[in-house]
């Protein structure tokens, strides 16, 4: 047996509102998404910024490389953990200096110590210390996924001698995209039932209209004209 009219339209209207519903949660996440990775990049350039100045301030001087170690005017920059350290506390990131591609300095634990000695990835030295270039994207840093910016050090002589690496944790973003995510599903949820609901309230003679209440011309007999409608 075929479907009424009303449920024919009932079907129609729920499925209008759900396609509806459905494209908005998908724009809605998506946008909420972008805005999300921009501010994780955003803060990643900040907080490198800030990394930068702190070190400037704390040790003075150029960068330089000496007897194959890196310096910060006259301060090794080898295993100085004071260094990473402060920076690390300042800004609730993960922090590295490296001598060209090798980490000579992190708050970086792996297996318990600290992860020196370890090289960048290619993609990363190549944009960096090849390129002269900021690195700013995604990378898992012991089981843990971060907001990474790279910058090149450079010496008097504007050689580019190391990096300096900044790793915003990505926990906060990703508690928040889900966040978002669940909120935009269940609003889409909500106004789906909304629409089935006010369909089951809508009189038949309102699904009906222009079908069984369309005017109905009636004839009478004339005797000069033949019939005419009343």
């Known amino acids: 047996m075929g479907l009424g009219l009303k449920a024919k339209l009932t079907v129609f209207a729920v499925g209008i509102a759900l396609l509806v519903c459905l494209v908005a949660s998908i724009l809605i996440i998506r946008d909420m998404q972008i805005q999300i990775e921009t501010a994780m990049a955003e803060k990643s350039k900040s907080d490198l910024a800030t990394a930068l100045e702190i070190t400037d301030y704390m040790l003075p001087g150029s960068w330089q490389v000496k007897n194959g170690e890196l310096y910060k005017g006259q ?62 994207g995604e990378a898992e840093v012991v089981g843990e996924n971060y907001q990474t910016c790279y910058a090149p050090l450079k010496d008097d002589s504007g050689n580019i001698i190391g990096m300096f690496y900044i790793g915003v944790s990505k926990k906060l973003a990703d508690q928040l995209r889900h966040s978002f995510t669940s909120i935009a599903v269940l609003s889409a949820r909500i106004a789906l039932l909304f629409a089935l609901a006010g369909t089951c309230f809508i009189p038949l003679d309102t699904w009906s209209i222009g079908f069984d209440n369309r005017p109905v011309l009636c004839w009478k007999k004339n005797s000069k004209h033949g019939k005419t409608p009343r």
């Open 75 to 136: 301060y090794r920059i080898n295993d100085n953990t004071e260094l990473v350290d402060k920076i690390a506390r300042l800004t609730d990131d993960t922090v590295t200096i490296f001598l060209n591609n090798t980490r000579v300095a992190t708050n970086i634990m792996r297996d318990g110590t600290r992860a020196t000695g370890t090289v960048a990835a290619d993609y990363v030295t190549e944009t960096v210390l090849t390129n002269g270039n900021l690195y700013i």
